[in-house]
């Protein structure tokens, strides 16, 4: 059996378009929503994500402005910003890029967002409307995982779910949406002693560790759904995921691919929180 892929890139341009007509519609009522994204220092790797972001969100409709600061900015400075974007009520959408440079305390400014602002879903108060079940805006990259199995029609209830990881903005959200959704839920971690022995119990797998070959064809019960959020570099270089790709697809029902999986995702959700901030305002 070869599983069927789940196409990351297809589904992300579907949401976008959704977005986009959304977002036309709001525009038609004379709002037009809009994301701050703040980058402190000069990581590689942060201006380009940050520059993806700016540039989702012109293409999709809603309007970006990408704010860069010096590595040494002051923390209360960075804090001070934050206040100004959350008082601005043409601003729905506030970003602050992650790492920060080591002087800053990142809870404290990610704490400073507004949580009606917080489409990152970063803020505690975020993570509590998570818990509870309240409106609140969902992590992104959980948040398109679960996209990802409505898009095939995917019943979790009474499934068994085991995501192998514990971050805050992964593992951790991504276990209580699939909560919300009835399935049981196992969250294994680097302390797990058996992971073969749960895995092998999942209907549906999220490998979100960051390391390659977390998951194995022998670890993944036939027909299982197989979710892949890792991001690494092979020894080639070439970019992949946490699960061994060419061996799970032999096993699983469906997998998704790395590149062209979870990534495209996660930033196509950040446009729909981004959307949903506005839309929430305006209501
Ligand atoms: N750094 C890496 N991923 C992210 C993300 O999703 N949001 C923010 N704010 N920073 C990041």
């Not at 038609?28 to 590689?44: E, K, M």
């Not at 971690?189 to 999942?202: V, Y």
């Amino acid at each position: 059996m070869t599983a069927q892929l789940i196409d990351g890139n297809a589904l992300a341009r579907k949401v976008r378009d959704e977005v986009a007509g959304r977002t036309q519609a709001l525009k038609a009522r004379g709002i037009q929503p809009s994301l701050a994204i703040l980058l402190v220092g000069d990581d590689p790797a942060s201006k380009v994500y940050t520059s993806h972001k700016a540039k989702d969100s012109t293409e999709t409709g809603l309007k970006a402005t990408l704010e860069s600061y010096p590595a040494d900015l002051p923390e209360d400075r960075l804090l001070a910003r934050i206040r100004e974007l959350n008082a601005d009520a043409s601003v729905h959408g506030i970003l602050v890029q992650l790492p920060l440079p080591k002087h800053m305390d990142a809870s404290k400014v990610i704490e400073t967002i507004s949580p009606a602002k917080d489409v990152d879903g970063f803020h505690v108060a975020s993570a509590g409307a998570l818990v509870t079940g309240q409106p609140g805006f969902w992590p992104c990259t959980p948040y398109g995982c679960m996209k990802m199995l409505e898009s095939i029609g995917y019943d979790l209830r009474g499934k068994h779910a085991v995501v192998i990881g514990r971050s805050n903005i992964v593992g951790k959200p991504m276990a209580l949406m699939l909560l919300q959704k009835n399935a049981t839920v196992t969250i294994c971690h680097s302390a797990t002693r058996d992971l073969k022995a749960m895995t092998l119990q999942a209907d549906v797998v999220v490998a979100a560790v960051g390391k390659r070959n977390v998951l194995t064809a022998d670890m993944v019960k036939p027909g299982a759904v197989v979710i892949d959020v890792g991001m690494n570099r092979n020894d080639a270089g070439k970019l992949c995921g946490d699960v061994d790709f060419d061996g799970v697809r032999e096993v699983a029902g469906w997998i998704t691919p790395v590149p062209g999986g979870v990534g495209p995702m996660t930033r196509a959700m950040l446009l729909v929180n981004t959307l949903e901030a506005a839309e929430r305002a305006a209501a």
